[in-house]
């Protein structure tokens, strides 16, 4: 069968409200590999990260551009960023982390990461620290796996693998690897 034809036909019924996000990450996202960024526990943000490259990329017109805003539409979020903050107004409001020095947020989210910050929190800080006003409505919780405390503490997979992508689209972190090998 036609991949463009099948995948046209789920982003349709995505659209509708026939298919959750969820389903929509299952249907598009078939071979993303396990432990992409480390930890089963962070699979489903990776899958999500990898999930909005895919639609950018059926989003993009013959141009070879596209609005993300379009794009965040038509997958039902909401996105109020506000102003994106300079890297040295960033380091200034990732003080009270103890978080100093560093020549660009990939290094930032490395000394996250040597101090044992989960991908979930280092994410969420650098988000409310980068932008004025960081607020992401819409996006389903994600499932989960494991035991119920696991799948709690893995409710915010879609919004992290959400605020990644805006992350690296915006110039901010520049390598994808950055979100690599967190601790859970």
């Known amino acids: 069968m036609n991949t463009h034809i099948t995948d046209n036909f789920v982003l349709q ?3 509708s409200g026939r298919l959750s996000l969820n389903q929509l990450k299952i249907e598009l996202i078939r071979d993303i590999p396990p432990f992409l960024w480390g930890s089963s526990q962070y699979q489903e943000a990776a ?7 895919y639609l950018r990329e059926q989003f ?9 805003a379009d794009m965040f539409e038509y ?4 996105l109020n960023l506000g102003e994106v903050y300079s890297f040295a107004r960033i380091m200034h409001n990732l003080q009270p982390y103890g978080i100093t020095g560093g020549n660009n ?12 910050f989960t991908l979930w929190e280092t994410i969420r800080i650098i988000f409310e620290c980068a932008f004025s006003n ?10 989960g796996n494991g035991p119920l405390l696991n799948r709690i503490a893995q409710s915010e997979n879609n ?4 605020k990644c992508f805006i992350l690296r689209i915006r110039g901010l972190i520049l390598y994808a690897d950055t979100f690599s090998n967190f601790t859970p």
Do not use: C, P, W
């Open 47 to 53: 899958q999500m990260y990898v999930l909005l490259y």
């Open 134 to 143: 960081a607020d992401i409505q819409g996006v389903q919780l994600s499932e």
């Open 159 to 162: 919004l992290t693998g959400v």
């Open 105 to 116: 947020l990939d290094e930032v989210v490395r000394q996250f990461k040597h101090r044992n």
């Open 13 to 15: 019924a995505y659209h």
């Open 75 to 78: 997958m039902h979020f909401r």
């Open 60 to 68: 993009t017109d013959r141009s070879g551009s596209i609005s993300d």
